[in-house]
């Protein structure tokens, strides 16, 4: 009877344990299910910021130069940041984006239709204009060094306007350059005169085509060329009057349409770079806030800034100016971090002194020293330049610069910066300056290089979530729960010979 007992005992605890582990594995279950649809709805949010964050680098690199630098739209090209196409289905911008649309400067994307991206990018794509932020957009492609090269629009002379209004047709004349200047000047040029990108308008040749030729060039385009339609762009007010402008444009003075300025696009993370650039590269000539030195002039004075425009400067960094100190570093930066430590030049307006104060020093370039621990303290992504020369020839401020027309000839030579050069002897940003948002080789931008290095800096259990957590640790209860079980149900049994 004893022995019944304890063969009860041992089957009611291993029924209990039995029931206690099924209690414990459906309250697993019902914790999972609850918990479940807010997991998916964080995935699929974390996914969907991946995929944008994918699709801002592919706008930069492949829409922005037609799209604009936040989806406003570039002439006649549509507006992508518009609520009418964040509304429509995502099928429907895959296919658009896909194969393009004909009659239009919309080419194919699809690598099936000849185009080079994928479905999956193509998706991504469609998901940005769905959900995407486009200020975040246009900081992205700034940071790479992408926005659009050409200022679009301008502010015709007023003086030359009033007189026109005399002339016969002269209203007509006053809307065709306004029209002209909002929408044209981009591509063909101040007054009209044409660029790299389409012909000239004001021209005797294009004077002498018929109307009619003119008309259907202006509302239809022509296929194979940036020349896109312009009929549901603007108005027929609008458009006949950039005809009439066309065919009368002998009538107006020199000037009506001035080229634009074209100030460098700015967000935080340039202005950090730009920052670093120009403490390792221009501050020892230059002084810490620009203030100058007997080496070179100051570039912080109110004056100054005023009377350069941004376009300047980046050309007088990118040339140097010969015959004095300023070096060219084009060939040591990427035109991206030039125009970083043009903007944060231009930072210094707001505040700049209306007399400069240069500061005492500035001494000798590292060359010149008897410092010969001279490291780089910049290494461009894409430079091969070799550096100043070892003969350095004596500062001279008031220096002509060629091809820099805006700038009067006392404003040229105040960048007399010079490179210090590293192993190698590349110039350029500082290796432990950020490199913003650029891909390396291997297509990690700098965040992903940085959230990898953190993640791979931290232990194994920092990395576990709460649920990996519970897990652990409920499977460790379990198996010390079983140890004792089983411990406990060993020492009840009989022993041998009893």
Not at 36 to 53: F, N, V, W, Y
């Amino acid at each position: 009877m004893h022995k019944k007992d304890r063969i009860m005992n041992s089957r009611k605890f291993e029924l209990t344990i039995g029931i206690l582990g099924m209690i414990l594995l459906a309250t697993g279950i019902l914790i999972y299910s609850a918990s479940e649809p807010s997991r998916l709805i964080t995935a699929q949010a974390a996914q969907l910021q991946t995929d944008l964050d994918e699709a801002m680098t592919l706008y930069a690199e492949n829409c922005s130069v037609c799209h604009g630098l936040v989806g406003e739209g570039i002439g006649s090209n549509p507006a992508l940041d518009n609520p009418g196409l964040a509304g429509t289905d995502s099928r429907t911008l895959d296919k658009i984006i896909s194969r393009g649309l004909y009659g239009t400067s919309m080419p194919a994307w699809n690598e099936t239709d000849g185009g080079p991206l994928s479905d999956y990018q193509i998706g991504v794509l469609s998901k940005l204009i769905q959900y995407g932020n486009w200020q975040e957009t246009g900081d992205r492609v700034v940071n790479l060094g992408l926005a659009p090269k050409i200022p679009f629009t301008t502010d015709p002379d007023p003086e030359i306007l009033e007189g026109l209004s005399d002339l016969p047709d002269g209203e007509e004349l006053i809307l065709g350059i306004n029209v002209f200047a909002q929408n044209c000047v981009a591509c063909h040029g101040p007054d009209g005169l044409g660029t790299s990108l389409a012909p000239a308008l004001n021209d005797q040749i294009v004077r002498d085509k018929s109307f009619d030729e003119l008309d259907r060039t202006l509302r239809y385009g022509v296929p194979g060329t940036l020349m896109a339609g312009w009929e549901n762009a603007i108005t027929v007010e609008e458009l006949n009057a950039v005809l009439i402008l066309i065919n009368r444009w002998d009538q107006v003075a020199p000037g009506a349409i001035p080229a634009p300025e074209a100030p460098v696009p700015v967000t935080a993370e340039s202005l950090v770079l730009g920052a670093d650039l120009y403490a390792a590269n221009c501050a020892r000539c230059h002084a810490a806030e620009g203030q100058g030195t007997p080496r070179a002039p100051s570039l912080n004075v109110k004056g100054y800034l005023e009377e350069t425009n941004d376009a300047a400067l980046q050309q007088i960094v990118a040339l140097g100016v010969p015959e004095t100190a300023m070096p060219a570093w084009g060939d040591k930066m990427t035109e991206a971090e030039i125009q970083a430590i043009v903007g944060f030049i231009r930072s210094w307006e707001p505040t700049a002194p209306a007399v400069a104060e240069p500061v005492r020093g500035g001494g000798s370039p590292w060359w010149q020293t008897d410092d010969t621990s001279g490291t780089a303290r910049g290494q461009g992504r894409q430079g091969k330049g070799q550096g100043p020369p070892q003969n350095e020839t004596p500062p001279q401020d008031l220096q002509e610069s060629p091809n820099v027309e805006p700038i009067p000839t006392e404003q040229v030579g105040v960048l007399a910066v010079e490179p210090e050069q590293g192993p190698g002897g590349n110039g350029g940003p500082p290796d432990w300056a950020g490199s913003g948002n650029q891909t390396d080789q291997n297509g990690h931008t700098g965040e992903e290089r940085q959230a990898s290095a953190r993640e791979s800096s931290q232990n194994w259990w920092e990395i576990l979530d709460d649920r990996a957590w519970g897990l652990i640790l409920g499977v460790m209860f379990l198996g010390v729960f079983s140890v004792i079980a089983a411990i406990f149900g060993l020492s009840r049994l009989p022993k041998p010979g009893v």
